[in-house]
């Protein structure tokens, strides 16, 4: 009988273990996962200063690649008003920084393109300039094979 309450103990007592293990486990992943979609402005690029706007909002809509969800209305809010401040600079330097902004913050946050180029469309903001060239930049010529 007291072999078996043993045995029965340390059944318990393994699962508790499996227990604090997943417990563990799914505790990382959430921190993982917050690490990955909180961002301050001092982690933007130097061409974002002042279009913080679009980005931090955003940042769970633009690191995750599905294109079926959707922006928060928070997100909408900041793009609209960093965008239309973009638009609304008439030497068109307001338009080239958001896209200098967007575009260096592809790489160096791991933004997808995709959600960046979708995001007006998502937020239903009309924009006076294209989103893909302002997010991808112009398309590049092959080389001159003429020699």
């Known amino acids: 009988?007291?072999?078996?309450n043993l045995i029965r103990l340390q059944h318990v007592l393994c699962i508790i273990e499996m227990e604090e293990k997943?417990?563990?486990?799914?505790?990382?992943?959430?921190?993982?996962?917050l690490a990955l979609t909180t961002l301050t402005t001092s982690q933007?690029?130097?061409t974002c200063h002042g279009y913080e706007r679009i980005l931090i909002p955003c940042v769970p809509y633009f690191v995750h690649p599905g294109l079926d969800d959707k922006p928060t209305s928070h997100c909408c809010k900041g793009a609209k008003q960093s965008l239309y401040r973009a638009m609304g600079d008439n030497t068109g330097?307001?338009?080239r920084n958001i896209c200098d902004c967007l575009r260096g913050a592809v790489p160096y946050l791991g933004f997808h393109e995709p959600k960046l180029i979708k995001l007006p469309e998502a937020c239903e903001i009309?924009?006076?300039f294209s989103t893909p060239l302002c997010v991808l930049g112009p398309p590049t010529s092959p080389p001159n094979q003429n020699k």
């Open 1 to 4: 009988m007291v072999d078996e």
């Open 22 to 33: 997943k417990v563990l486990r799914l505790v990382m992943i959430i921190t993982c996962g």
């Open 44 to 46: 933007l690029p130097a």
């Open 93 to 95: 330097q307001g338009v």
């Open 126 to 128: 009309k924009l006076t």
